[in-house]
């Protein structure tokens, strides 16, 4: 009779280890950081949809959070995922935030003779 509370004290914090287990799995899976590149690219597309000009862009990247231009050029497209070529006359580049400790994502957006969007790439990068 003595070891029965003893029991159901040890269940009880069995029952809230897992569950505490299971939510934080939860949390570190569903987190916005961890989606694919590709799912990533889609949500910065409905905020800065191709056509859209360089200073809604601009704009569009400010007003987000966590988002933080780190380049701009009027003279040079963006450099593409291959890294070999330029597309565009113009680009900017923004760090789109960590997720985690050492990747961050990192959009790119290039621009045509007339200010107008044509392509964005965004990549996974190691980051110290």
Known sequence: MEGQPLKKKISIWRILRWIIIVVLLFAWFT?????????????VLKVTPIGSSWDEVVQAIGEQDGWRIMSRSRDRGALGLLRKQRIGVMHIVADLGRSSVFISLR???GFDENEKLIVVYVTKNLSP
């Open 31 to 43: 987190h916005p950081m961890r989606k694919p590149t590709l799912l990533k690219k889609l949500d």
């Open 107 to 109: 959009a790119e957006w």
